[in-house]
């Protein structure tokens, strides 16, 4: 992009200042927006989730997919959630406007070792309320884990990277037999084929809830590795023998093998926090 007097370079109506990280799809971009939009202003920085033109152009499905996966994410306002202002294609490029928060991410933190479970548990719960937000409006986040939650600079846990979102009914989004996440996230049932679900939702954030408590791997080794431990209840039998107190029974359903064994309400899975977090 032409580099501007500022020392930017603009994508459309905002000014690039930085990069923030990059992974084998995506580039994450640190930037001004030089325009009023849809809930933001002018001056105002943000976070532009942009995919890699050569994966884009690898597979023409991709750019499609991501813009339209995230059009269902526009407008939806809440304490624990990275508002996406704007996203859809640019210069034949497909991007996500994220406001940008400052704060830490979450794994960083975890990487100083465990938390106290009461912090733990008071993470979980937002990461919940986050995801019931996203649920009622039929949103399936599919990739929760600690490195896609922000701790803002309120100490707010904020539940961002959209990348895989999707509308929880529309299948067309998915090809059949793809697989998309982190594989020791991934639900025993999406690692064997089904389509990704809220009980999905419930199962990473049991694995990150987990994590967050011990300051140890879920799963860990490679991806065959994690399918086997997932598929025959490692992760459920590890929180079953490791965790304190209530927390035990509570992760050990967020981790059933059976989706149908996992809490299917999250008011059902927040009711249950609290009372952890109250003792």
Known sequence: RPVTAQGGALFGLRLIVADLSQSSLTRVLKGVRLADSRGSSAGE?????????????????????FAREQSVLLGLEHPNLVPIRDAGTLDGLAFLDMDFIPGEPLDQILGEGPLETPVALEIAIEIARGLQALHERGI?????????????????????DFGLSKAHDDS????????????????????????????????????????????????????DRAF????????????????????????????????????????????????????
């Open 140 to 160: 399936v986040h599919r990739d929760v884990k600690p490195e896609n939650v922000i701790l803002d600079q309120s100490g707010a846990a904020r539940l961002c």
């Open 172 to 223: 067309g989004l998915t090809r059949e037999g793809e697989i998309l996440g982190t594989a020791a996230f991934i639900a025993p049932e999406t690692l064997c084929g089904s389509p990704p679900s809220y009980a999905g939702d419930v199962y990473a954030l049991g694995i990150t809830l987990y994590e967050l408590v011990t300051g140890e791997e879920a799963i860990s080794g490679p991806s």
């Open 45 to 65: 920085l943000c976070a532009i989730k942009v995919l890699d033109p050569e994966v884009a152009a690898q597979d023409e499905d991709w750019a499609a997919r």
């Open 228 to 279: 086997r431990a997932a598929v025959s209840g490692e992760p459920q039998r590890q929180a079953l023998r490791t965790l304190p107190g209530r927390l035990r029974p509570v992760v050990g359903r967020m981790l059933a093998v059976d989706p149908d064994d996992r809490y299917t309400r999250l008011a059902d899975l927040l009711r249950d926090l609290e009372a952890c977090k109250a003792e």
